[in-house]
């Protein structure tokens, strides 16, 4: 079974930074695109970030030239450096790895950012 394991949240004033990670317990981890949901009070689990197996990237407009989306391909591993946060950020953050040969996607336990002062 594929796990992955996250780590990094926490809580943050506004204008500070935290960085998410996520590892794939797969060693496959070429065969999957990677992303960063989030899931905020009351609200519906949204796409903040993503990284295809190719390398590309995508982001939300709400979190565009703010995050940045990253991998490390040696550890399995993918990042989600969060800059300038602002309270709206507050939610539970899950990383998801979707599968590129099987009609698969696997999710992590998900990790709680809190912007507050």
């Known amino acids: 079974q594929v796990q992955l394991i996250e780590s990094g949240g926490g809580l943050v004033q506004p204008g500070g930074s935290l960085r998410l990670s996520c590892r794939l317990s797969d060693r496959r981890f070429g065969l999957y695109h990677m992303s960063w949901f989030r899931q905020g009070p009351g609200k519906q689990r949204e796409l903040a970030a993503r990284?295809?197996?190719?390398?590309?990237?995508n982001y939300a407009d709400t979190v565009r030239g703010r995050f940045t989306i990253s991998r490390d391909i040696a550890k399995n591993t993918v990042y989600l450096q969060m800059n300038n946060l602002k309270p709206e950020d507050t939610a539970v953050y899950y990383c998801n790895a979707n599968s590129t040969i099987i009609d698969r996607q696997f999710w992590g336990q998900g990790t709680q950012v809190t912007v507050s002062s």
């Open positions: 990284i295809t197996n190719g390398g590309r990237t």
